[in-house]
C-alpha cells in the first residue's frame, strides 16, 4: 500500500502548481508493486481546493487535469480518504479516486458558482457518474455542500470512517489478486464515455475564467465578503 498525503496544512492543503505537480509524480512514480494508494491530507484535512492566491487563469484547471488523471489511469486501485473539508479541487480529486471514505464530520462541495469560475467537463461527467445527475446537479448548480454522512446515503463515499480505517481497507484490497482487480479497473473505465471535443462546452469554459466575475468573486474570496456578479 502506498499512502499519500497532502501536506500544507497551513492552507487546508489548498493545492498550488508545486502541490499538483508533486501528487502526479507521486501517483505515476509509484513503484512496483503497489497495490493499492491511498490519497488523504495532512492536520486534519483533505483538501480545501485551490489555492486561490495563485489561482489566475484556467492553466491550473489544465495541470490539475493531470493530476485527475494519473488517479483514474493508475493501474492500482485509489481511495480517497478524506477528513475535514474535500472542496473545490478536493472534491475533484476525490472522485477521480477509485474509491472514498468519509469521516461523518467531513465536507464535500464545488463552490465553483461562488466565485466565477468552472470544473472541467470530465468532472463533471464523473461526479454524475458516481452520484447521480441530481446530486451533481445540486453541487454543481446551488453549489450545495454534503458532509460525509449525506455523501455516504447518496453513494459519493462508499464508506464513512475514519483515515485508519481507509488504511485497514486498503490493506485488505492490496491482499487481493492484483491483475483481477486491475482488469476490473480498466473495464469500469472503459464504461464511461470518452467526450467528444465540443466547441460550446470549451467556449462556456474560457468564458467563465476570463470573465470579470471570476475577478470579482476572487477578489471578494480575499476580502472576505460576498461577491457581486454580473454576468460578464
Given at each position: 500500500?502506498?499512502?499519500?498525503?497532502?501536506?500544507?496544512?497551513?492552507?487546508?492543503?489548498?493545492?498550488?502548481?508545486?502541490?499538483?505537480?508533486?501528487?502526479?509524480?507521486?501517483?505515476?512514480?509509484?513503484?512496483?508493486?503497489?497495490?493499492?494508494?491511498?490519497?488523504?491530507?495532512?492536520?486534519?484535512?483533505?483538501?480545501?481546493?485551490?489555492?486561490?492566491?495563485?489561482?489566475?487563469?484556467e492553466?491550473?484547471?489544465?495541470?490539475?487535469?493531470?493530476?485527475?488523471?494519473?488517479?483514474?489511469?493508475?493501474?492500482?486501485?485509489?481511495?480517497?480518504?478524506?477528513?475535514?473539508?474535500?472542496?473545490?479541487?478536493?472534491?475533484?480529486?476525490?472522485?477521480?479516486?477509485?474509491?472514498?471514505?468519509?469521516?461523518?464530520?467531513?465536507?464535500?462541495?464545488?463552490?465553483?458558482?461562488?466565485?466565477?469560475?468552472?470544473?472541467?467537463?470530465?468532472?463533471?461527467?464523473?461526479?454524475?457518474?458516481?452520484?447521480?445527475?441530481?446530486?451533481?446537479?445540486?453541487?454543481l448548480?446551488?453549489?450545495?455542500?454534503?458532509?460525509?454522512?449525506?455523501?455516504?446515503?447518496?453513494?459519493?463515499?462508499?464508506?464513512?470512517?475514519?483515515?485508519?480505517?481507509?488504511?485497514?481497507?486498503?490493506?485488505?484490497?492490496?491482499?487481493?489478486?492484483?491483475?483481477?482487480?486491475?482488469?476490473?479497473?480498466?473495464?469500469?473505465n472503459?464504461?464511461e464515455?470518452?467526450l467528444?471535443a465540443?466547441?460550446?462546452?470549451?467556449?462556456?469554459?474560457?468564458?467563465?475564467?476570463?470573465s470579470?466575475?471570476?475577478?470579482?468573486?476572487?477578489?471578494?474570496?480575499?476580502?472576505?465578503?460576498?461577491?457581486?456578479?454580473?454576468?460578464?
Amino acid at each position: 500500500m502506498r499512502v499519500v498525503t497532502i501536506d500544507r496544512p497551513e492552507r487546508r492543503n489548498a493545492l498550488d502548481h508545486a502541490t499538483l505537480d508533486a501528487l502526479r509524480e507521486a501517483v505515476e512514480g509509484a513503484p512496483p508493486p503497489t497495490r493499492v494508494l491511498v490519497l488523504r491530507g495532512a492536520g486534519g484535512h483533505f483538501c480545501a481546493g485551490a489555492d486561490l492566491t495563485g489561482v489566475e487563469d484556467e492553466g491550473f484547471a489544465v495541470v490539475l487535469r493531470g493530476v485527475l488523471e494519473a488517479l483514474r489511469d493508475a493501474p492500482f486501485p485509489t481511495i480517497a480518504a478524506v477528513e475535514g473539508a474535500a472542496l473545490g479541487a478536493g472534491t475533484q480529486l476525490a472522485v477521480a479516486c477509485d474509491l472514498r471514505t468519509a469521516e461523518p464530520g467531513s465536507r464535500f462541495g464545488i463552490p465553483a458558482a461562488k466565485l466565477g469560475l468552472m470544473v472541467d467537463h470530465w468532472t463533471v461527467q464523473r461526479l454524475a457518474s458516481i452520484a447521480g445527475q441530481g446530486v451533481a446537479r445540486t453541487m454543481l448548480l446551488a453549489a450545495d455542500v454534503l458532509d460525509g454522512e449525506d455523501a455516504h446515503r447518496l453513494g459519493l463515499a462508499q464508506r464513512l470512517c475514519t483515515v485508519d480505517d481507509a488504511l485497514a481497507w486498503a490493506d485488505g484490497i492490496a491482499a487481493k489478486a492484483p491483475f483481477s482487480i486491475a482488469g476490473h479497473k480498466l473495464m469500469l473505465n472503459r464504461l464511461e464515455p470518452d467526450l467528444p471535443a465540443d466547441g460550446e462546452v470549451a467556449e462556456a469554459f474560457s468564458a467563465a475564467w476570463r470573465s470579470r466575475d471570476l475577478q470579482e468573486g476572487l477578489a471578494a474570496f480575499r476580502e472576505r465578503r460576498d461577491p457581486t456578479f454580473e454576468g460578464r
